[in-house]
């Protein structure tokens, strides 16, 4: 069966329900399709939490899809997205991660725009074409949403209501972000995966215990918890380790203490699709932007967070488990790094990537699903709205 | 003005170090710190901006033996090897006390998959406490601070 547009139109989804094209990995065609669809198409993108521009006119600048854009604290408190592209002759407005300043000019012409996205002049504006408003070229504003401080956006008008896009999702992100999103920012790590951005949103509990070692000596897979699959294709995954870990044979096992007195230790973890994630791991809070940055190649930026209300002690804690835990070189992460590159090298294989684990019907899954402990399948949910977004039709 | 004495013990340290990662002798890398070592290696961004999140912290020197355990039982099988080459240059040293220095190096690190292609994997500056002892120098702090700041794929050894 052929897919409706025509320059990915070789491309064919299988019919069974548990399988995947290897080519969706890897094929130029599909990822250009996956930037107008998805990244530029009607999905909601996390970009930043409000603690990493906490001051009137503190900037970030972030991608979605490839496109450049630019997180402003303006001076009227309010958040807001644009893109970061001067309304002129497109020259990228701001370059570092992160800043703060009274205006934003353009360095080409100097065009002039205030944390507003306001066009508040420039130079020769007498000799341009007749008719010119300055009020046309403010900078181009993202629609944007907020969520315990996360700032989310979107260049889609067709994107569903934000409230109706994080959906059940909504609890367990408030719980992650300790209760209010009241946070303060540690610091980032950040990482480029040889893989691309599907296999590096496809991870799934099956693999958990079976590639972490880590895995097993805390006892995440044997803890109690529950995950579950959103109408909207994301995952919560919400284990409460209540179990006293073995630390195995780690001399320094205070790095993996649970200290939140607030808090059970947990392993929550909500994945929204198409490719956030909002992490509580023991007593680490982690926000993770990620990116394309070809079909071959993924950038995750890992945001650390400690919550206002911490003691120095807390935070300090906090820092010392992010800091080992996680990221490119994290206690229970690096093996996921370290299988991405591999699973897109063999994606480059002819046939069908197969779901197997907790896959009980030849059927699409109704949502909400409830995952069981250690599956996979919730992982067809997530494919099945990407097969529908891309407009392919099964074979 | 450093003694060229003290500057040829420092520098055999680095040496020392340089070929315990390069050779993947994680004992002998723990080796190279003294017993109240931390070894520290953090992005640029983190540290112009005093932000203390960094890639890895091992702030004592259990910590420390625990990245050689990483390494050589816990990581074991499940990732794609690499072999490095460092590349360290001395470009600052001061005695802060009588036997410790303060030593600023640039590193360069090259990395080669298993495929036989190299590329670099991260660039930066070693911000080191050296302390002098009968044994030789070894390492009472190491920092190494990333300008590569978007490293590629994982960081099985330390830098």
């Given at each position: ?7 990915v ?7 069974k329900?548990n ?5 969706v ?5 599909v ?15 996390m970009?930043?939490h409000r603690?990493?521009?906490?001051k ?21 408190g309010e958040i ?5 592209s ?14 703060n300043?009274?205006e ?7 065009w ?28 181009r504003?993202l ?5 315990c ?13 934000f409230?109706?896009?994080?959906g ?8 992650a972000?300790g209760?209010d999103?009241?946070?303060k920012?540690?610091?980032y ?7 691309n ?14 590639l972490h070692?880590?895995?097993?000596m ?16 994301h995952?919560?995954n919400?284990?409460?380790l ?36 909002v992490?509580?791991?023991l ?18 930026h ?6 206002e ?11 010392r488990q ?9 206690f ?13 090298t ?8 197969e779901?197997q ?7 699409p899954?109704a ?29 | ?6 500057l040829t013990?420092?520098d055999?340290?680095?040496s020392?170090?340089m ?10 890398w723990?080796a190279?710190f003294d ?10 961004e983190?540290e112009?901006?005093?932000l ?7 702030d ?24 490095t080459?460092?590349?360290v240059?001395?470009?600052?040293c ?8 303060l ?5 360069m690190?090259a ?8 590329e670099?994997l991260?660039?930066?500056?070693y ?14 702090s ?7 700041t ?10």
């Amino acid at each position: 069966m052929l897919a409706r547009n025509g320059d990915v139109s070789t491309l064919r989804w299988p019919s069974k329900f548990n399988e995947v094209p290897k080519d969706v990995f890897n094929r130029e065609d599909v990822y250009r399709l996956e930037l107008e669809r998805i990244f530029y198409g009607p999905e909601w993108h996390m970009l930043a939490h409000r603690s990493e521009i906490a001051k009137a006119g503190d900037f970030k600048t972030a991608t979605i899809g490839q496109a450049p854009v630019l997180i402003v604290h303006g001076d009227d408190g309010e958040i807001r997205v644009f893109a970061n592209s001067c309304t002129h002759r497109a020259t990228q407005l701001k370059t570092c991660a992160r800043g703060n300043g009274k205006e934003i000019e353009c360095p080409y012409h100097r065009w002039l725009f205030n944390n507003q996205g306001d066009l508040i002049g420039a130079p020769g504006m007498r000799e341009f074409k007749q008719g010119f408003r300055r009020e046309d070229y403010a900078l181009r504003k993202l629609r944007t949403a907020e969520f315990c401080g996360i700032v989310f956006a979107t260049f889609s008008d067709d994107a569903p209501a934000f409230d109706d896009y994080l959906g059940e999702t909504r609890p367990f992100i408030a719980k992650a972000v300790g209760g209010d999103g009241r946070l303060k920012l540690l610091g980032y790590q950040k990482v480029s995966f040889a893989s691309n951005w599907k296999a590096y949103a496809d991870n799934e509990g099956y693999h958990g215990p079976l590639l972490h070692t880590a895995f097993q000596m805390l006892k995440w897979s044997t803890s109690n918890g529950a995950q579950f699959m959103t109408s909207h294709a994301h995952k919560v995954n919400h284990i409460e380790l209540g179990q006293l870990p073995d630390f195995g044979p780690l001399q320094d096992s205070s790095v993996i203490e649970g200290r939140d007195p607030k808090l059970v230790p947990v392993n929550l973890i909500i994945s929204l699709f198409p490719l956030s994630l909002v992490i509580h791991n023991l007593d680490v809070i982690n926000l993770r932007y990620a990116f394309p940055v070809s079909p071959h190649e993924t950038e995750v930026h890992y945001a650390y967070f400690a919550h206002e209300d911490d003691d120095e002690a807390l935070v300090r804690h906090r820092i010392r488990q992010g800091s080992n835990l996680q990221g490119p070189s994290g206690f229970i992460s690096l093996e996921d790094g370290a299988v991405f590159n591999r699973i897109h090298t063999g994606s480059h294989t002819a046939g069908n990537a197969e779901f197997q684990k907790g896959v009980t019907g030849p059927g699409p899954i109704a949502t909400p699903f409830n995952l069981g402990k250690g599956d996979e399948a919730g992982n067809l949910i997530r494919w099945e709205h990407y097969r529908q977004a891309m407009g392919f039709e099964r074979g | 003005m450093v003694d060229a004495a003290v500057l040829t013990q420092i520098d055999d340290l680095q040496s020392r170090y340089m070929r315990t990662l390069d050779r993947r002798a994680m004992d002998d890398w723990a080796a190279c710190f003294d017993g109240q070592g931390s070894y520290v290696c953090i992005a640029r961004e983190n540290e112009e901006q005093d932000l203390a999140l960094a890639i890895m912290m091992d702030d004592n020197s259990e910590r420390i033996r625990d990245r050689v355990t990483y390494v050589t039982k816990i990581w074991v099988g499940v990732f794609e090897d690499y072999t490095t080459r460092h590349f360290v240059q001395r470009i600052e040293c001061r005695q802060l006390q009588p036997a410790l220095f303060l030593v600023e190096s640039n590193f360069m690190v090259a990395y080669t998959t298993s495929r036989g292609r190299s590329e670099m994997l991260v660039a930066g500056v070693y911000k080191d406490e050296i302390v002098l002892g009968e044994g030789g120098a070894a390492f009472r702090s190491k920092r190494a601070i990333l300008d590569t700041t978007v490293t590629p794929r994982y960081l099985v050894y330390p830098v």
